[in-house]
């Protein structure tokens, strides 16, 4: 990974710092290369030799999905109708994408423009997480090239699932028109980013209230199936607050962790506020993430209370509950209090990545693991899994791509 | 001025936001506020007791919608025997299965036949969001496959586990569900294929409130033969199906895990947020954005810091 | 006056009519009665003969086994072996005919018998249809005294081949292993 982005360093850096403006698209896609150069570059990545492995088997298997059906790659299970590809893909990302509106809300609504640096990193976060948990599911719905049906032909307006429809259709323009004034800077069209910056406070708050009522509509879908999950998983009344408050730290966590592995893996395209600035900022988050944390154990205590499950916690499930709540949300939050009141950003580093995981459990517990309990365990077939990677190694690449040309982590000089 | 065009664009952006989201807020029909199911409800009243287990009403039922012959009727009939490891559930090939069940209390298995129990309040229809289910009068749970996206939330939220999904196909995957023979039968009066072929009348079709008296009758009239209660009068808010058994119903293979309301009930909580989200969250944040805005120009002025060439970099 | 008519016709009735009629008939009393009403030797069942063919039944067989009142409740003048049926008949009413299908309709579920039955309170809200009659009464007696057929083909026979179709009924091992 180092020497190649040595190589890129050389010839970006240069055309960064010599100007933006005024050169030409293809400079600015093949970050100043030569084309040979930029593929040269390309296959001496190890990593891209990675990602080229888990194409190379996914694609394929996606074919095989679009030509003969889901059974093709999944068990085809009636008793789980939502495997992992839903439960990873949809209802693992989203929460973890609860950082564009987050920070947006942050920077513009609270004023905090301490965090300013890490604002469009944790905006095109929150957009990539959207997009791709809609190619989640675009991958595991039986008819996909249906989606827009509940937008033009035919509504279902009482169900939660319209909700979630109409919320991630209309965030994920909200998040898209959030990132243009990012776009508009590297292609040169100043008057879109006079234009969204006079809706910038009308966007944000609008992703306030989708974000808000979709990461608890993604909880409430759970409500539809209260005697089939497992109670410890399942309060109906809360759970939507469960599901929202969760994705308050799952989303700092994420931006917490991805600012982490940029830091390190793209050094060369961080500005130097953005260094500068990064550990102060993480400390920051940190700290509300701590603080959704405990909001967090405090309503589940609640749930917990609500509906007299004390016995249920000393079962085999209450132990593996206790065992998800403890590694997933207690440990990280010791870990951001000690790490943030002595300053320690790398264990507060660990601690998110921790958290991130246990956000993941949560909701892979909750659709598939507690989900009906009584039956038989869904254990999905690998051909399922391998697709799982292949979309997340697309994520991977589109991340990479947008984080290596758009100004995200560095500001683009005039 | 610069105040004056940050008013407008709250202005603006509050605008905005409301008409974003208000757009969507959920609007329930005021009827199904406390629905007690149609009058003209049909079901069907099952008795556990009666069944002995031919699967009549499956190969009826396959027949009837033109599925693939329910397996080992002729060559195995070992079938049933092998299922106590894990019962036959309904799926794309069947609409309809019968199930054996031991109990203790009896000398001899029971037979529990399993298919759609057209709820009164639909938990599948409640699911949809597209609207492909229909409640029709007669008391069917029908579906319509021409605007189904194939979400599969309507087999997450059936209490029973009924619905079936496509799998296999590519092109035109969908569910497969017990419709009570609506289009070929009951929309014509007349009863469901099963029920039709059930030698041992362990089917009786009815008007939904007829059957309960009878069900109730059957109960009073032969003191120890049956439990005493019907499945479906209450469960998941009612069921066009009902059910006595002669022995508890866990026995009998039945969930008793099932709630005694409408599943729409337990989503009603998260139903009534969203309209307080929508009222409350733009005016808070809003107020909050004032409250921050001007606390900052009031540190600005005093610090003598200018801000303004931070935010404009963005 | 006007009753005591009636039922002299009721028997002459009966006595004409009883050759379609299958009606078991039994020892001692019962007997009695069964001999004023010239039982049926055998009767073809074929009121729903679909796939199968029509049943032969034996009707002078089984009215060795069994009282009148077995199968026929409480119609053939005699008190019911139905208890339930007694709190009203306790004497035994005797109908004007005794065949099946007379009381248990074979459109039970049809539109026009679901709509005179709706709504109602009484007693008989629970006849049942003609087909369930025959085969609960057959195989209930069947399987409880382990004796006589059990398998659909025992006693009907398939009129040609058709769509494959349940062979036996299930669990009739068990029942009679126990």
Redesign the interface.
């Known amino acids: 990974m180092k020497p190649v982005s040595a190589n890129i360093t050389d010839a970006v850096g240069q055309a960064t710092i010599v100007s933006g403006s005024h050169r030409g698209l293809l400079d600015k896609i093949f970050l100043g290369l030569s084309i040979r150069n930029y593929l040269g570059q390309l296959l001496t990545n190890p990593v891209n030799w990675i990602l080229g492995l888990i194409l190379a088997i996914g694609i394929p298997l996606l074919c095989q999905r679009y030509l003969f059906g889901l059974q093709a790659i999944t068990h085809g299970s009636q008793d789980y109708p939502w495997g992992i590809l839903l439960g990873f893909g949809l209802f693992g990302m989203v929460p973890l994408s609860a950082s564009g509106f987050l920070l947006s809300t942050t920077v513009e609504i609270f004023r905090r423009d301490d965090f300013l640096p890490i604002e469009r990193l944790a905006l095109l976060n929150g957009l990539l997480g959207y997009f791709f948990a809609v190619v989640f599911l675009l991958v595991d719905l039986g008819m996909p090239w249906r989606l827009t049906y509940p937008m033009v032909v035919s509504f279902g307006p009482a169900a939660v699932l319209f909700l979630v429809a109409w919320h991630v259709a209309t965030y994920l323009s909200v998040q898209i028109a959030e990132m243009l004034p990012a776009v508009s800077e590297w292609a040169d069209w100043p008057g879109l980013k006079r234009f969204i910056k006079k809706i910038t406070l009308g966007l944000t708050i609008a992703g306030i209230i989708l974000s808000t009522l979709h990461q608890g509509a993604l909880g409430a879908l759970f409500c539809y199936a209260p005697a089939k999950i497992h109670p410890l998983w399942i309060a109906p009344e809360f759970q939507w607050l469960h599901f929202f408050v969760s994705s308050i730290f799952a989303g700092l966590c994420m931006v917490i962790v991805v600012s982490w592995l940029v830091k390190h893996t793209m050094t060369w395209r961080c500005d130097r506020r953005y260094l500068s600035t990064l550990d102060g900022i993480t400390l920051g988050l940190a700290k509300g993430a701590a603080l959704a944390m405990i909001t967090y154990l405090v309503i589940k205590l609640v749930a917990v209370a609500h509906d007299q499950e004390w016995l249920l916690l000393i079962s085999g499930w209450g132990l593996y509950y206790l065992l998800e709540l403890g590694l997933g949300t207690v440990v990280p939050l010791v870990i951001f209090a000690y790490g943030v009141r002595h300053s320690r950003v790398t264990m507060v580093r660990w601690g998110a990545l921790l958290a991130v995981a246990g956000i993941v459990w949560n909701r892979l517990n909750t659709v598939l693991i507690c989900y009906n309990y009584r039956l038989h365990q869904e254990i999905p077939y690998w051909k399922e899994l391998w697709v799982v990677l292949t979309v997340l190694g697309f994520y991977f690449i589109v991340y990479r791509f947008i984080l290596y040309r758009i100004p995200v982590l560095f500001r683009w000089r005039q | 001025m610069r105040a004056k065009i940050s008013r407008r664009t709250l202005l603006k952006g509050l605008v905005a936001a409301m008409a974003s989201t208000i757009s969507m807020a959920p609007s329930r029909k005021s009827s199904a506020h406390d629905f007690q199911g149609y009058e003209t409800n049909r079901g069907v009243l099952v008795d556990v007791s009666r069944c002995v287990g031919c699967r009549s009403c499956e190969v009826a039922c396959s027949r009837e919608h033109g599925l693939a012959p329910p397996p080992g009727l002729v060559d195995n009939y070992r079938l049933l025997d092998q299922q106590q490891q894990g019962m036959r559930r309904t799926d794309q090939n069947a609409f309809t299965v019968v199930n054996r069940h031991e109990s203790p209390l009896l000398t001899h298995p029971l037979f529990k036949k399993t298919q759609c129990n057209h709820c009164l309040e639909p938990a599948c229809l409640t699911a949809c969001f597209v609207n492909a289910y229909t409640k029709t009068p007669e008391g069917a749970v029908i579906y319509d496959a021409d605007v189904c996206v194939g979400c599969r939330t309507c087999m997450v939220a059936c209490p029973f586990s009924i619905p079936a999904f496509k799998y296999d196909s590519a092109f035109a995957p969908q569910i497969m569900k017990c419709n009570f023979c609506f289009d070929t039968r009951l929309s014509r009066g007349r009863p469901p294929a099963c029920v039709e072929a059930c030698p041992m009348e362990a089917l009786t079709f009815g008007y939904r409130n007829d059957l309960l008296r009878v069900a109730r009758k059957r109960i009073r009239d032969t003191p120890g033969r049956y439990e005493k209660a019907v499945y479906g009068e209450f469960e998941a808010g009612g069921t066009s199906w009902l059910y006595i058994s002669p022995v508890p119903f866990e026995q009998a293979g039945f969930d008793i895990h099932v709630p005694r309301q409408p599943i729409l009930n337990y989503v009603k909580d998260f139903l009534a947020v969203v309209p307080m989200v929508l009222t409350i969250w733009p005016g808070l944040f809003a107020g909050i954005y004032l409250l921050a805005r001007a606390n900052k120009t009031h540190k600005n002025t005093n610090d003598h810091e200018d801000v303004s060439d931070e935010t404009s970099e963005r | 006056m006007k009753q005591k008519i009636s039922r002299r016709r009721i028997w002459i009735i009966l006595s004409l009519c009883a050759a379609a009629a299958f009606c078991p008939s039994a020892a001692g009393a019962p007997r009695q009665a069964a001999t004023k009403i010239e039982a049926p030797e055998a009767a073809l069942l074929d009121a729903l003969s679909n796939i199968y063919e029509g049943v032969r039944f034996d009707h002078e067989l089984h009215a060795s086994y069994a009282s009148c009142a077995e199968c026929h409740h409480h119609v053939a003048g005699l008190p019911s072996a139905d208890t ?1 049926c007694n709190s009203c008949h306790r004497l035994g009413t005797s109908a004007s005919v005794l065949d099946c299908k007379s009381c248990h309709r074979n459109d ?4 026009q018998s ?1 709509s005179e ?5 009484g007693y008989h ?2 006849i ?2 003609l ?6 009464n057959c ?1 209930g007696c069947h399987l409880s005294l382990t004796a006589g057929p059990t398998g ?1 083909l025992d006693c009907h026979r398939r009129k040609g081949p058709g ?10 091992e ?2 009679r292993a ?1």
Request: net charge positive; hydrophobic share 35%.
């Open positions: 339930a039970r579920f049809s539109q679901l039955k709706k709504n109602q309170t809200i629970d049942i249809g087909l369930g009659a025959y085969h609960l195989l659909c769509p494959s179709t349940p062979a036996r009924v299930a669990g009739q068990e029942r126990r």
